[in-house]
């Protein structure tokens, strides 16, 4: 037998105890402390540590058991067959190991082909199971844990698309989910707002809250509806293949999800997953959290069978989750090109939203006092479209007695000088005492030759590093003073790419003043904000000689970025570097803001990725349109131009109602 470590175990013990608390909170009260995709990350964790340690598994592990319980308001109903819940997947491997595992246990038992595979969207809804008799519906009942339900029949005769009464006189027993529209949920939570209720998380709390009520005229009001995938019992024969049973459910009459395919081979099976988790999931208005696997033939779902909670010949194939659990290992600093410190969280490494992260930022003291962030921590991250990776949340029931707060260090290596750190002024930052480390000028440099400033192609940050080692610059200024000759003498410089970085150097020479402003590193100042300086004051000779009151009142501006503005340019050191600059580039006027076009007057947020446009593309064609730029949805946003994996952004659009456009929609409107 392999020994499991102590840590295994203690891990294993709390999970089990963690994800039984918030399972029963989910399935029994519809309550959601934790989102449900944080919870499958701690599901998956402990199933994996069962995998890797099967002496781990107990009777009344959360790997074993169906989740739900009835509620004591609602009668209680014995299913005629026994209910089950989905074994997960996450990742293409997962996926191709359940393929694996089902052919080789076909094979030993003589049970035949798969027959291939049956996909069909997963729903996020409430799993409700229907009973007809004769073709009159005598029954409707939640999952609950399995072999008890909660008797709902009240509730569901209120959906319009659950029939009454079947096309033919059959006894059927029929699995589905009730699920409420993500319009209907916007428009829901619209109203409970106003009436100072609560809002629904998500839809599937809505459904299951409004199923879940003993008065019927709760669910009525509501805009419910229901797809079926699964019979259970049929006093008809049924079809051979999962497929042909989905045909045989609606030709009785039974609303079925027309999004179903076949496949014959995992690869295939990819493609559609890949398919409906980009752009082709926004087009449907319910809510789809993966793809269910099903095993084509009915002989061979026989033969497989089910586990303890789960059928062998299906899985529930997830999308990237945004949010999912992980352990905080460590904290360390970060100096960014002004100068501020910023806490950053190292993390056992975890996929989230398509990628692997390990390193999350902590912002700053307040940020990690007012979650109270400590090293050991088990936390929810979250890393939404566009968003980086973000703590949201901790678990303090994995939380160690031995976990002290984290303290903000007084020096640190990355600081110039003798290392110190100060606090800055009115804010809840820290920042180097003494400027000018290595690696802060390193960004500065780094930043100023990024996409958003100069957008000289070929010096990244490993290029940057090797100039500033070999002490080529030290300034942006240093940039333009640069030649053929020094750069083809660096190790690991081909003479092609000194020739290429010296002519995109020269090319950055012509350079618009927002671009500019954004490259300088001054405090406060982002694209947005650069960009209405460079409209209002034309020229860096007029800003530099501007008051920060002057600067303050500028459209958009306002007290703090007035005095950040003004006082970068009195800077005796910036004043020089100004001037170094202006002898080496040709700063462009930047056209005023438009004041009529299609978006006029309008607050436009761009999230996702788009296939005709970059981010800063979009949004440029959004002020050339006459509108104005947003990095935050809110109840001021008039648009929200969403493409693939557009995330928390488009999930805040919907709950807020605001509207939402398609890159098609998006260049239309540029069009009119």
């Known amino acids: 037998m392999v020994r499991v470590p102590e840590e295994a175990q203690e891990r294993a013990a709390q999970l089990r105890e963690v ?68 074994e997960d997947v996450f990742n293409e491997e997962e996926l191709r190991a359940f393929d694996e595992r089902a052919r080789r246990m076909l094979g030993k038992s003589g049970g035949g082909e798969t027959g291939g595979y049956c996909l069909e969207l997963k729903i996020d809804g409430l799993k409700t199971i229907l009973t007809y008799k004769k073709g009159e519906l005598v029954l409707a009942a939640t999952r609950g844990d399995g072999v008890i339900g909660e008797d709902v029949t009240h509730n569901i005769r209120t959906i319009p698309s659950v029939p009454e009464r079947l096309t033919r006189p059959v006894d059927l027993v029929v699995e589905g989910e009730v699920y409420l529209s993500r319009s209907g949920l916007a428009k829901l939570n619209k109203e409970r707002e106003k009436g100072g209720e609560p809002l629904f998380a998500n839809p599937r709390n809505a459904a299951a809250g409004s199923i879940r009520q003993l008065d019927p005229a709760i669910a009525a009001k509501r805009p419910l509806a229901m797809f079926l995938y699964d019979v259970d019992e049929s006093s008809e024969a049924l079809p051979q293949t999962q497929s042909e049973e989905l045909e045989y459910i609606r030709a009785l009459g039974l609303p079925v999800n027309p999004r179903h395919e076949h496949v014959d081979s995992p690869e295939q099976a990819l493609a559609f997953w890949k398919k409906w988790q980009g752009k082709a999931r926004e087009k449907e208005d319910y809510q789809i959290d993966g793809m269910v696997l099903k095993i084509e033939n009915r002989s061979a779902q026989r033969v497989l069978g089910y586990t303890g909670k789960a059928p062998r010949f299906a899985v529930a194939f997830k999308f990237p989750a945004e949010q999912v659990t992980t352990i905080l290992e460590d904290i360390s600093l970060q100096v960014g090109r002004t100068g501020v410190l910023t806490p950053v969280a190292h993390l056992v490494p975890v996929a989230v939203a398509g990628t692997v992260v390990s390193r999350a930022t902590l912002h700053n003291e307040d940020f990690i006092k007012e979650k109270d962030i400590r090293v050991g921590d088990t936390v929810i991250l979250q890393k939404a479209g566009d968003i980086i990776p973000e703590i949201v949340q901790v678990l303090t029931e994995f939380r160690r007695g031995n976990a002290k707060p984290w303290v903000f260090p007084t020096h640190s290596p990355l600081c110039g000088g003798d290392g110190r750190i100060e606090r800055v002024e009115g804010q809840a930052a820290r920042r180097c005492a003494v400027a000018g480390s290595f690696v802060q000028q390193e960004r500065k440099l780094a930043h100023f030759a990024g996409k958003s400033a100069l957008d000289i192609d070929g010096m990244g940050r490993k290029t940057v590093t090797l100039l500033m080692e070999h002490k080529l610059i030290s300034d942006v200024a240093d940039i333009f003073e640069l030649t053929y000759d020094e750069v083809v003498e660096l190790p690991r410089m081909a003479e092609l790419s000194a020739k290429n970085l010296i002519e995109a150097i020269h090319a950055a020479k012509k350079v618009p003043l927002n671009r500019l402003l954004v490259g300088l590193s001054i405090p406060h100042i982002g694209e947005e904000t650069a960009l209405l300086l460079a409209q209002t004051w034309k020229t860096l000779d007029a800003l530099e000689k501007a008051s920060a009151e002057d600067i303050a009142a500028t459209r958009g501006i306002g007290d703090i970025i007035g005095a950040s503005v003004h006082g970068w340019f009195a800077d005796k050191e910036n004043r020089h570097l100004i001037t170094r600059l202006k002898h080496h580039l040709h700063i462009q006027k930047v056209a005023a803001a438009p004041t009529s076009g299609p978006f006029k007057g309008m607050t436009v947020v761009v999230t996702g990725t788009l296939e005709n446009f970059s981010r800063e593309e979009a949004e440029a064609a959004v002020r050339r349109a006459g509108g104005n730029v947003s990095g935050s949805v809110s109840k001021k946003t008039t648009y929200v131009v969403a493409g693939e994996s557009a995330g928390s952004k488009l999930e805040k659009a919907r709950e807020l109602g605001v509207a939402v456009l398609t890159e098609d929609e998006f260049r239309k409107r540029l069009a009119a």
């Open 19 to 86: 994800v039984a608390k918030y399972r029963t909170l989910e399935h029994v009260k519809d309550e959601t402390p934790i989102s449900p995709e944080a919870l499958d990350s701690l599901k998956h964790e402990l199933f994996l540590l069962e995998q890797k340690y099967p002496s781990l598994v107990t009777p009344d592990s959360p790997t074993q058991r169906v989740a739900g319980k009835a509620l004591p308001e609602l009668k209680k109903v014995k299913h005629e067959v026994e209910q089950w819940s989905l």
